[in-house]
Structures are given as C-alpha cells and as structure tokens.
C-alpha cells in the first residue's frame, strides 16, 4: 500500500484533436511537503490522450475505459510537457494499447511554476532557496504516485499499476520512483536517463567535460573555417568590454555567453546548427561591423534560461546527497585549460555543454533576479538522497533503457554502472544515437526498447 495519499482531482476537461485524439486537461491538489500534508499544497497539471473511439456502436465496457496508464516524465529539470499531438510518439504508444498521461512536473507548466516573479511571491532569499527543497525528484515522483491513486480509484487492484517512460531528467526521476515507490510501477523505459548513482556532480562533469571536448573536435572538423570565425565573434565581443551587448531578452552577449550555445552539440544535427549561428555572427561582424537584431535573436534562442531559471537553479543539486554543489560545473572546469577563452591565435575557442555557471546569473536577466538564491542553494549541502542502492538490488519492476555512448548530457559509463545496480535492468546501447534519440530517431529507438520487453533473451 502505498505511504501517499491520492491527489485531489481539482478538475478535469476533455476535448478531440485533429478526430483522432481524445485529450484530458486535468488540475490535482498535492502536499508541497508530503512530510506535512496539512501545509500546504501545490497544484500539478497534466494532460492525459487516449484514442477516440471512432465505432458506430462505441464500446462501453471497463476494459475499453480502463486501458493501462503511462505516465511521461520529461526531461529538465524544469521543463514542461507539451500538449500529447505534438509528440512523435504518442500515437505509437496509443497504439500499443495505452493511454498516456503528460504531467508537468511540479514548478513546471502549469504546475506552480518557478519563475522570477512567482518565486519573489514567497519571501526572501532564503525562504527562496527552502521552497526550492520541494521540487526535486523525491517530491515529483510523490505528485506522480499520488495522482496515480486518484486516475485509478476505481480500477480493479490488478489495473492499478502503470507504467512510466522517462526522458533524460525523466529517467532520474524514473530512478528514484523505482527506489522508493516501485509498489506503483509495472514497468518503467528510461531514453538517455540512467541517473550517476553519486552523491555530489563532481565527477558527472569531469566526464561530460571530456564528452564536451569530443563534440568541439567533431565540431571543427566538420566545419575547419569555424575555428578562424569563433575568433573573430569573440574579439568583437570584447572590443568595447566584454559583456557590453545587449540582447533582446535584455541579457548581455558575453564571450562566455556566446560559448553556451555548444549546449546544442549533444544533439542530432545540433553541429549544424551551431555553425548556422556561427557563420550568420561571423557574416555579420565581418560585413557590418555589427551584430543584426536577427543575429541577436538567434543567440538569444538558442540560449534561453531566462524562461528555465528552475533548470539553471536545480540543475546541480539533482546530484546531490549531503553535499553542497557549490557552482561544480565551474569548479571542475578550470581542470581542462582547452576552455580558456583567450587562446593562442592557432588554438580553436571551445564552446561548453549543458553546464550552469554562476555567471550566468549576471549575464541572463531574469536569472539576475535570482542570483542571491541560487548562490544560496550552490551552498546547501542539506539534500537527501534521492535513490536507494539497496531497493534497486532486489528491483522486481522491469526495467528497459536506451543508452547512448556518445551522449553529451548523462555519462554513458555512469549510466550503465547504475544499469547494473538495478536488478533486471536491460539496456538497449548504441554509438550512432545521441542524447535526443526519443525525438530524432524515435521509431528507432523505442522499437529497440519495446523489444527488449517483448522478446525472449536465453
């Protein structure tokens, strides 16, 4: 039985898309803290789709209305679901004889959000940075196993399972639901999210440093003329004082701004789009004198945490188990000169990945509004692990997850250390995928995984 209590069903609304979809909005009522039920609450929203019944005469039996549940955990953290047509997958899961739950992730969406101005609605710094205790995910899979009980109320006890599917953030998130609520579960499928089973993120980026460093290399042996560009970007960046720039979003365009656009690398096709920045910049500078609004606009998008500051507040403590994260991805990132940004004139300019850095707290606009928060979260070593080694040993859930040797974001080698601490774990791996697979190469990558479910392996 499970220690949650069900979610309190605020509402629910449905609606046909395109003919073929029937879509749910659903608003739940949730304990912020599940530690103190009566304190409060946090409302969760989430869209469920399953398809329209299209018979002359519909079905109306139980089976047909009580399909078996997956629940979609999206990557982050702090990003939100968009509405079921607009993924690649839903009709394929749809077809597999689901129905599927899109939930915004609390502080996500329509989830109470965490942005600037809601954020300043709770007080000060430091109560701040104590709200943000509650949106890890310890507190997300709660959401997800109390809004379980309430969708399933009235299913039969063998029908009360579902299933989960997590992407990237998705996948650690799937990690501590098997830790310390698998009672829920009847399988989980994990793409490019095998959580590091670690306490704090350094040794995650001294990993994903050198994985980094791979995809630079990559970078400029596809396009050589780039290393010569970057620089030219660079010297006009500072030529007034590095930072001087203004930016749309009113944020100012750093040198070391300009380099985070690299978080693209990781994905497929994401080495071209990084040089179309390039080469429009480069094109720019060399013919102006200046970067266009356009230009602009394009860095601006392709480096856009001021409607993220969730990810870029949390995303180091997802690491954390009793110790403070204390801005590691900096900290690490003086241990690998080759992004030291006044090179050699022969040196290429290295772009960064995924990696939040305090600077970013100056250079973003909203995340200025931010900044004496997230240094105090940097500094709080007070997280509580957020799974359990000796729970995922004795695991009796199936486990089926994508890994990705090339993958920029979750360490590979990492990730197949946790693959094996989970017991029954099997693992689809690649080298021609990326950390975007469940997007890019979708029919791909979840046959893969639907048949490590259904196949036989002697």
Avoid at 295 to 302: F, M, V, W
Avoid at 315 to 329: D, F, K, L, R, T
Avoid at 358 to 376: G, I
């Amino acid at each position: 039985m499970s220690s949650v209590a069900p979610a309190n069903i605020v509402s629910q609304r449905s609606y046909l898309v395109g003919g073929k979809l029937n879509v749910t909005e659903h608003f739940f009522d949730v304990p912020k803290d599940y530690s103190k039920p009566d304190g409060g609450t946090i409302r969760v929203f989430a869209r469920s789709v399953r398809k329209r019944d299209t018979a002359i005469v519909p079905e109306t039996s139980k089976d047909k209305e009580q399909l078996p549940w997956m629940c979609y955990l999206q990557g982050g953290p702090g990003m939100s679901c968009r509405a079921p047509q607009n993924y690649n997958f839903t009709q394929t899961i749809l077809d597999r004889g689901y129905q599927l739950l899109y939930m915004d992730q609390r502080g996500t969406g329509m989830s109470t959000p965490v942005t600037a101005s809601t954020l300043g609605m709770r007080g000060g710094n430091e109560t701040q940075a104590k709200y943000l205790k509650y949106f890890r995910a310890d507190s997300i899979v709660k959401d997800c196993e109390a809004i379980r009980q309430s969708l399933t109320a009235d299913y039969p006890d063998e029908k009360k399972k579902w299933s989960i599917v997590g992407q990237s953030y998705g996948g650690f998130c799937s990690v501590t639901y098997l830790s310390f609520h698998p009672e829920g579960l009847r399988e989980s499928f994990m793409f490019g999210g095998l959580q590091p089973l670690v306490g704090s993120p350094d040794d995650v980026y001294r990993r994903l440093y050198k994985k980094v460093i791979e995809r630079n290399e990559a970078y400029y042996a596809k396009f050589p003329e780039d290393v010569a560009r970057v620089k030219t970007i660079m010297k006009y960046l500072s030529r007034f004082g590095d930072g001087k720039i203004k930016l749309p979003s009113e944020g100012t365009l750093s040198r070391r701004r300009f380099r985070q656009i690299g978080i693209m690398l990781g994905f497929h096709g994401g080495v071209d789009t990084v040089h179309d920045i390039v080469l429009q910049a480069a094109y720019d500078v060399e013919s102006f004198g200046h970067l266009t609004r356009a230009t602009l606009s394009a860095i601006d998008q392709a480096t856009s945490f001021d409607d993220h500051i969730f990810y870029a507040i949390m995303h180091e403590p997802i690491y954390c188990n009793g110790n403070a994260p204390n801005w590691s991805a900096e900290r690490i990132m003086s241990e690998y000169p080759v992004f030291n940004l006044d090179k050699d004139d022969d040196d290429p300019i290295y772009f960064t990945g995924e990696m939040i850095y305090p600077s970013m707290f100056e250079d973003y606009s909203e995340l200025r509004k931010v900044q004496n928060t997230a240094n105090r979260v940097a500094a709080d070593s007070e997280w509580p692990a957020l799974f359990d080694e000796q729970q995922l040993a004795k695991n009796e859930v199936p486990v089926y997850a994508a890994s990705y040797m090339e993958d920029m974001y979750v360490d590979y080698d990492l990730g197949m250390e946790t693959a094996r601490k989970i017991k029954g774990c099997k693992v689809f791996s690649t080298n021609v995928m990326f950390h975007d697979a469940m997007r890019s190469r979708m029919d791909e990558v979840l046959k893969a995984l639907f048949a490590l479910r259904d196949d036989e392996i002697n």
